[in-house]
């Protein structure tokens, strides 16, 4: 127990540090979302969670031939990983990767 309490004050130094490119993509989706060229994050994501078979598990917002896209990267119960991209702006399903299950 002593030893954990002694170790304690050096957790801060252990945490990996915010790099500045997540710091710049971040500010980029926020801009994009304020100037109406994407939808938030939240709503496609309930829309992904209620189609899909699966838990999302990562996401990404990339900029991909002049648009925004949202990756997703799903874990159904089969435990074999799908990714699909939607169309950032419309929530359009752009492709899809893997074994995708849609709900009924």
Do not use: C
Not at 12 to 23: C, E, F, G
Not at 35 to 41: D, K, S, T, V
Not at 71 to 77: A, G, R
Request: proline share 7%.
């Amino acid at each position: 127990m002593r030893r954990a309490l002694f170790l304690l004050p050096l957790l801060p130094l252990l945490a990996q540090p915010a790099h500045a490119s997540d710091r710049r993509d971040h500010e980029r989706a926020r801009a994009a979302l304020a100037a109406g060229e994407i939808r938030p994050l939240a709503d496609l994501l309930a829309e992904v969670e209620r189609r899909y078979v699966g838990t999302v598990i990562e996401t990404e917002l990339d900029r991909d031939n002049g648009r925004w896209v949202y990756e997703f990267k799903l874990l159904p119960p089969s435990g074999r990983v799908f990714e699909i991209k939607l169309d950032a702006a419309t929530g359009a399903l752009i492709r899809s990767r893997g074994p995708v299950q849609e709900r009924r």
